[in-house]
């Protein structure tokens, strides 16, 4: 929270809490749900939770349009072992399919904005970005923003801007550019590469 107070106090369009698993939220574990707390100092704040179920994404993203979250965010790019290891993260960009419905299921369930961070593939053999993004278009989210590396690069490397414009040109739903963003210029930068709605 004082992260995310700091962050808006400077500018930052809006902030999301950490990422929370579905399951988690569900079935109220309190560390989890300690995850969501915010102030109202922080709006416009996003949750952003994790999964790999229809159900039990849009029963959490429920939850969280009653704790009064402005939207709600689906983490589809996480590297971690352990999310992978639950289909979750990641893990959903390997399966177009499973996407389209955890997404939908959310999207149906919530009145609020709903969007998605995904990264560019599962390795660099499988970059397949632009497709992530149509079917999160076609399922009903507000924007993407795009982590410019691929699951097996995790954080290290460069990351490939060049993806980022590919999405946008592919897409009519804003993209958001994120990825060796760690200065100004670098956000001035990647807006000129890319042509990115916003930077994360």
């Keep these: 929270s004082p992260f995310r107070t700091i962050a808006r106090r400077h500018g930052a369009a809006m902030v999301f809490c950490e990422m929370t698993a579905a399951e988690g939220v ?3 574990n309190p560390p989890t749900l300690e995850l969501l707390r915010y102030h109202e100092g922080e709006r416009p704040v996003g949750a952003q939770i994790c999964g790999s179920e229809p ?9 969280c ?8 965010d689906l983490n589809y790019g996480c590297p971690v072992r352990k999310v992978i290891a639950r289909d979750a993260g990641a893990a ?9 419905r955890v997404t939908r299921a959310v999207v149906d369930a919530v009145d609020l904005p709903v969007t998605a961070k995904i990264r560019i593939g599962w390795d660099r053999e499988s970059v397949n970005a632009r497709e992530v993004a149509r079917v999160l278009e076609e ?4 924007w993407v923003t795009v982590h410019a590396r691929c699951r097996s690069e995790k954080f290290t490397g460069q990351a490939h801007w060049e993806v980022i414009g590919e999405v946008k040109e592919g897409c009519r739903i804003p993209v958001i550019g994120n990825g060796d963003v760690a200065s100004p210029e670098d956000v001035l930068a990647m807006r000129r590469h890319t042509g990115c709605a916003g930077v994360m």
């Excluded at 159900?55 to 939850?63: F, K, L």
């Design 139 to 142: 399922s009903g989210v507000a």
């Design 55 to 63: 159900t039990a994404m849009a029963e959490a993203a429920r939850i």
């Design 92 to 100: 959903m960009l390997t399966d177009l399919g499973r996407l389209g």
């Design 65 to 72: 349009e009653g704790l009064g979250f402005d939207s709600i």
């Design 26 to 28: 569900v079935r109220k």
